[in-house]
């Protein structure tokens, strides 16, 4: 465990070579109140971060990223466009891996620009790619934003859509519900028993707390339509398929990518989208013959990046979590614009581990 | 140094479990005045006994400060983070039966598995502006096993008493409860949704990983297994 000294200090050489690109420092809360974090990341996020209660806020939690208060503080009084660096702790409870740290230090770069968000994404990437170096890191980028659009432009109903949109973070799910609305998987038991009925609102009971009648028997006609619906095809499950199975590199994928968008037309604009950053990257030093591409990077770990997402990753020490990671983060900001009524600002950003570069012994020389 | 075991101090769990070692040949009794929580062992050397909370075993079992403990498997599951490595289950001890469930109004006919409840929850989240309510006092062993199942857009209120009130109350849309024989789920109007329950809960006998394990206590230990019949 390296001196936590070394790392703040390592941490605040990382934010200053942010400031001297052109960021604003900014800082944080600790404590941050739970009800906004509970109502983005759900139930789950106990298990993760450390919930405390203070007499007067009620709920809080240590904060478990800064991504979250620092688009809070942008809405309320950031002027576009705007970068930002921070630094400090981050804390998560480690409930399965215990030997994980339950508190680290995270410096971070984030971008506010509605105008030129493919030159944001590539402008954050080589930013965070010059702050890792001379360390030889291999980095993993992807794009959430074809599978998205791919899900958009399936030939189903906008239910089947909504529902695989809303799991598209937790692929189990996804894939259960891509395998039933293909017909390759039975209904949920009782299914058909209720659709079989007449009066389904037979033997009910009475009606008792706050779902009314009325929603109960609009979810029925909403289940009569999905059984009606014809089952999505196999062709475009299996465009899906491969898509989530992309990993080459990134010049090497934009020529897969178009093959797929024949078949599958609505990917064709996130495909522009993925040339255009092909493009800005290259413009800033890149080399994309070398970046590696994946189609499912970013789903398991990262809700609410809707975008270009990357991670950079210590190959010699596989032990090890991420460097860095980032990407954009558009669905967070309309989520948390919707509440404050502030609407969606595109952002897109990263946070760099100061103690692993120490660990991997970059940084030395500061 | 005496080799400790934890049971419950009071009620049914008590009786059974010192039926279930009586059975065995090791006769545990409480001594002194009713209301005393003294405890005494006959049939073995050097086992003293610790009347408990059920509640309180997992957690005195995870600290070591008991060797062996005897609580619902449901409470270990509930209270102890990563529990395997905390304690080790001897034997199940075959009485204290309950399910873990999650029960919803029988009026929801739409509803019968927790791919029902998901979508629910979304639906019901949209048009009430806040995430559905399950009412429970297993707050772990709910929240894992709703993310196993990949259930989304739900939160729990802590409810240590009176859960299946809560639904008609308004105060829980679905409540998430111990059940024996589902009597008082359904005539609060409530119905178990279908597959195996959240867990099948049982007394159970566990041995503390992390207790004083010397020479012994070890060996005290020998001879309690073999006249349980425990392979251990």
Known sequence: MTDKALIRAEATRLRGFFETKGAQVVEADILQPAGTLLDLYGEDIRGRAFVSHDPMRGEVMLRPDFTVPVVQMHMAEGAEPARYTYMGEVFRAQEQVAERAPEYFQVGYEVFDRDAPIDADAEVFALIRGALEPLSLRAATGDMGLLLAAVRGLKTTDRRKAALLRHIWRPRRFRALLDRFAGRAPLPEGREALLAKEDPMIDAGPQIGLRSAAEISERVDALREDAAAAAISTQEVELLDDLLALRESTSNVLEHLRDIAVDMPAIADAVDRLEARAEALVKRGVNVDTLDFEGSYGRTSMEYYDGFVFGFYAEARPDLPPVATGGRYDALTRVLGNQNGSGEIPAVGGVIRPELLLELGAGDKA | ?232
């Open chain 2, 1 to 232: 140094m005496t080799l400790k075991l934890g049971v419950p101090s009071k009620g049914r769990l008590m009786e059974k479990t010192f039926d279930w070692f009586g059975a065995r040949g090791v006769e545990l009794s409480r001594t002194g005045s009713d209301r005393e929580y003294a405890a005494a062992v006959k049939g073995i050397e050097g086992v003293e006994l610790v009347l408990l909370s059920a509640g309180e075993i997992p957690r005195e079992l995870a600290a070591g400060r008991i060797h062996l403990g005897v609580t619902g498997s449901d409470l270990v599951r509930e209270k102890l983070a990563a529990w395997p490595d905390k304690v080790s289950e001897l034997a199940l001890m075959g009485f204290g039966h309950a399910d873990l469930v999650i029960a919803v109004p029988k009026c929801w006919v739409d509803v019968n598995t927790l791919d029902d409840l998901d979508a629910v929850a979304a639906a019901f989240r949209a048009k009430h502006g806040f995430r559905l309510r399950i009412a429970t006092k297993y707050h772990r062993l709910i929240r894992d096993h709703l993310r196993d199942h990949g259930v989304a857009d739900y939160q729990l209120v802590d409810s240590q008493g009176a859960t299946e009130g809560t639904v008609k109350n308004e105060t829980a849309e679905a409540i998430a409860d111990i059940t024996s024989t589902g009597e008082t789920l359904r005539a609060n109007h409530l119905k178990i949704l279908a597959g195996a329950p959240v867990h099948k809960s049982q007394a159970t006998l566990f041995k503390a990983r992390g207790a004083d394990w010397n020479d012994k206590t070890r060996a005290t230990f020998a001879v309690l297994t073999d006249k349980l019949g425990i392979n251990a």
